[in-house]
T-cell receptor, first 114, second 110 residues
Framework: EPEVTQTPSHQVTQMGQEVILRCVPISNHLYFYWYRQILGQKVEFLVSFYNNEISEKSEIFDDQFSVERPDGSNFTLKIRSTKLEDSAMYFC????????????FGAGTRLSVL | KNEVEQSPQNLTAQEGEFITINCSYSVGISALHWLQQHPGGGIVSLFMLSSGKKKHGRLIATINIQEKHSSLHITASHPRDSAVYICAVVSQGGSEKLVFGKGTKLTVNP
């Protein structure tokens, strides 16, 4: 069964460093999302992406965040200068159809900022 | 303002019991999702509802749009059902983002 894959599963970085979290959505999906979940808290929407541009973003998604679909398969989330409070699990999701529609989630990347 | 409220926060059941998890929301929605988060952290979509009722195996999800309330039922619960169950809504008006509840942690004992 097709699945969303995320790499790495765990990323450790120093405060102030840039990180890139990678996702390979399901191949025929057109809508892509990033979410984060701080330990012990609820999942929060970061950004949605369609047709090579951001279609919606949350207040959390400030200038230190960016997303890109550099080729036909990868979807990346870049955090330019990480802060301690960026430590969280980051989930990528994709859907085939226009929202609202079922979203398929990756297993997540745990980001630890030291 | 917490737009999505779930109850209970924690639920412990014996194998075979009928489980109900509730979700209330405060805004007009275009759809409501039920998701399952495994102990390892992975998230699986169970249902997406905009009206009525859906059934998949031992899982049943219902929604009452007028009352802004949804329930997830598990019949004949099993220890492998142990997980966090999350309700999430998509607001009306063209928004794409999912707004999540805090989740209900279900433990089913053998």
């Amino acid at each position: 069964e097709p699945e969303v894959t995320q790499t790495p599963s765990h990323q450790v970085t120093q405060m102030g460093q840039e990180v890139i979290l990678r996702c390979v959505p399901i191949s025929n999906h057109l809508y892509f999302y990033w979410y984060r979940q701080i330990l012990g808290q609820k999942v929060e929407f970061l950004v949605s992406f369609y047709n090579n541009e951001i279609s919606e973003k949350s207040e959390i998604f400030d200038d230190q965040f960016s997303v890109e679909r550099p080729d036909g398969s990868n979807f990346t989330l870049k955090i330019r200068s990480t802060k301690l409070e960026d430590s969280a699990m980051y989930f990528c999701a994709s859907s085939q159809n226009r929202p609202p529609s079922i979203q398929y989630f990756g297993a997540g990347t745990r980001l630890s900022v030291l | 303002k917490n737009e999505v409220e779930q109850s209970p926060q924690n639920l412990t059941a014996q194998e075979g019991e009928f489980i109900t998890i509730n979700c209330s929301y405060s805004v007009g929605i275009s759809a409501l999702h039920w998701l399952q988060q495994h102990p390892g952290g992975g998230i699986v979509s169970l249902f997406m509802l905009s009206s009525g009722k859906k059934k998949h195996g031992r899982l049943i999800a219902t929604i009452n749009i007028q009352e802004k309330h949804s329930s997830l039922h598990i019949t004949a619960s099993h220890p492998r059902d142990s997980a966090v169950y999350i309700c999430a809504v998509v607001s009306q008006g063209g928004s794409e983002k999912l707004v999540f509840g805090k989740g209900t942690k279900l433990t089913v004992n053998p």
